[in-house]
């Protein structure tokens, strides 16, 4: 089955290029199966981009899947157009009301500003409570990962003396996870962050299960049984050139940058970049959705009910 995405949604011609099943409104109503809703709760700067980017890993399962793109009520985008904002996302406020199987949480370039200093930090830590009775399973990543990992664990993040900046090597921790399933024991992963959190805060809580882990850039994925809940601290969601661009960007600012690790072949900024973590995106995101369709209600208005 297809994503459920707005007919003018930017993201819906990428994806159809690339072959991702889309589907319209009336061709959803004409068929008698109840959608999984997913939310988005967007705090990249560009949300274009990243709205593509996680609507082509969910889209690319077998269940009809409906998305809704969320952003946060205090706080005014710089780098995306209002328009854009006021014709596809919802307010938090405008969906608080409503059930959700799933809901993603972003990163955001806020990484190094104490959780709070962020100016939207009251509301994203109502959101996390909410996500607790109104959303069935939550996938926070990068920084939207550690500020949950702060939230409801109060797990510091540190910051780095260098970025960890390209595409490093991780190891499966438990092959058994049904969120790995298919993985292989060693595979590769984007990286862009200035700041960490530590393998030996997160096993100092018995509910967090370290599922992958990198010799050089530490902890990446987490799960925990309580509000089926992942934390990603890495970009498995990233494009081909989503680094280089991050590169191109901080070179023509004049920004301190080293060329990212293991990202283009021979170290050399005018080759094509490789992807080397595209199979496993999908993946994970399958597996995640897969999860979603196991253990959700079917009436969605059960759910968060004594989970």
Known sequence: MPIRIPDKLPARATLEAEGVMVMDDNTAARQDIRPLRIGLLNLMPNKVRTETQ????????????????VRVSGHKSKNTAEEHLLSFYKTWDEIKQEKFDGFIITGAPIETLDFEEVDYWNELQDIFEWTRSHVHSCFNICWGAMAAAYHFHGIPKYILDTKAFGVYRHRNLNPASPYLSGFSDDFQIPVSRWTEMRTNDIRQHEGLELLMESDVTGPCLISEKEGKRLYIFNHIEYDSSSLKEEYDRDISNDTPIEVPHNYYPADDPSMPPQNRWRSHAHLLFGNWINQIYQTTEFDIERVGNGQ
């Open 54 to 69: 996680i609507a082509r890993l969910v889209g690319a399962t077998p269940l009809q899947v409906e998305m809704t793109l």
